[in-house]
């Protein structure tokens, strides 16, 4: 079993930063990854990191959001920078250990224009 808690949600205006952080509750040697689910939409990848520190991130958020991760801490982060309300969405940290994939519980980021 793996608990992610998510932390760092809010509300800001558009051009703003948030920081996002999720805690594993155990070391975890998969890649960890943000998603995102809009309002009335379907859930979607934002970033992932693998433990090696290897990054892939969606095309709407190159050069503005960028995930790291501790794994001393076992805590992943999110530096969202020049947010835009389209980045409006709950935000939800992700892993998989041993084939089973764990979500957070989501974490509300509003942008407002």
């Known amino acids: 079993q793996v608990q992610l808690v998510e932390s760092g949600g809010g509300l800001v205006q558009a051009g703003g930063s948030l920081s996002l952080s999720c805690a594993a509750s155990?070391?975890?040697?998969?890649?960890m990854g943000w998603y995102r689910q809009p309002p009335g939409k379907q859930r979607e990848l934002v970033a992932t990191?693998?433990?090696?520190?290897?990054?892939n991130y969606a095309d709407s958020v190159k050069g503005r959001f960028t995930i790291s991760r501790d794994n001393a801490k076992n805590t992943v982060y999110l530096q969202m920078n020049s947010l835009k309300p389209e980045d409006t969405a709950v935000y939800y940290c992700?892993?998989?250990?041993?084939?089973?994939?764990?979500w957070g519980q989501g974490t509300q980021v509003t942008v407002s224009s």
């Open positions: 992700n892993t998989q250990v041993v084939a089973r994939i764990y």
């Open positions: 155990r070391i975890i040697f998969s890649a």
């Open positions: 990191i693998t433990r090696g520190g290897s990054t």
